[in-house]
């Protein structure tokens, strides 16, 4: 299978604790961006990659929030000192990035329950 | 910046036609999605359409667009079963303004028998 794939599917925590998403976009995608679904809403931004460079981050990323792409491949999106607010689909996709038409494709998402 | 708005909730019994409303409020957006959603799984791309565009169709999937008054509908043929699901419309503006989807709350499609 070659699209967007994110690890874990499913994470629950204990509030204060830090956690770890990993994405891996779709192999020759520039772009990846990130997404947060709460229950009963659309997807909202949280940041996009063009390959390591991090071009765009929303307000919706507080401090404790940190998304990296290292080397332009995988992103990883850390979470500190977790909250209960911060319960949510985290959704990531990727595009190639070089076209007036930019489809985004996205992966099944890492469903993160904080307790 | 863009607001997309849906209703919540739709209802359609089996086999007949099923019509899905947004509107959107950035009459610059150039690209407007409509997303599938089944539960506990990811968002499915089911069509876009140009901003220049008025309609487009794919098998059971009719989208209409009037950008003057900024609304987009997604109607979808013999409704099955299987159609069963949350539909996101989405916008997304100008790649070299903004290269961000901002998608409505999602309207959950029920099927009567």
């Known amino acids: 299978d070659t699209g967007v794939s994110q690890d874990p599917r499913h994470k629950i925590t204990k509030r204060g604790q830090n956690v770890t998403f990993r994405c891996d976009p779709i192999?020759?995608?520039?772009?990846l961006y990130w997404y947060r679904q709460t229950l009963g809403q659309g997807p909202e931004f949280l940041t996009y990659?063009?390959?390591?460079?991090?071009?765009?981050k929303s307000r919706l990323l507080s401090d404790r929030f940190s998304a990296e792409r290292p080397k332009g491949s995988f992103s990883t999106l850390e979470i500190q000192r977790t909250e209960q607010g911060d319960s949510a689909m985290y959704l990531c996709a990727s595009s190639l990035g070089d076209s007036e038409y930019n489809e985004q494709f996205f992966g099944p998402g890492t469903r993160l329950t904080v307790l | 910046g863009e607001d997309v708005e849906q209703s919540l909730f739709l209802s359609v019994r089996e086999g007949d036609s099923s019509v899905i409303n947004c509107t959107y409020t950035d009459s610059s957006s150039t690209y407007l999605y409509w997303y599938k959603q089944e539960p506990g799984a990811g968002l499915q791309l089911l069509t876009y359409?140009?901003?220049?565009?008025d309609m487009k169709q794919d098998q059971r999937l009719t989208v209409l667009l009037n950008k003057k008054d900024k609304h987009l509908s997604l109607r979808i043929a013999d409704t099955q079963t299987g159609d069963s699901a949350i539909y996101f419309c989405a916008a997304h503006p100008p790649m070299n303004r903004d290269d961000k989807i901002i998608f409505g709350k999602g309207t959950r499609l029920h099927i009567l028998p």
């Open positions: 990659f063009q390959n390591e460079a991090q071009l765009e």
């Open positions: 359409i140009f901003s220049n565009m």
């Open positions: 192999s020759e995608h520039n772009r």
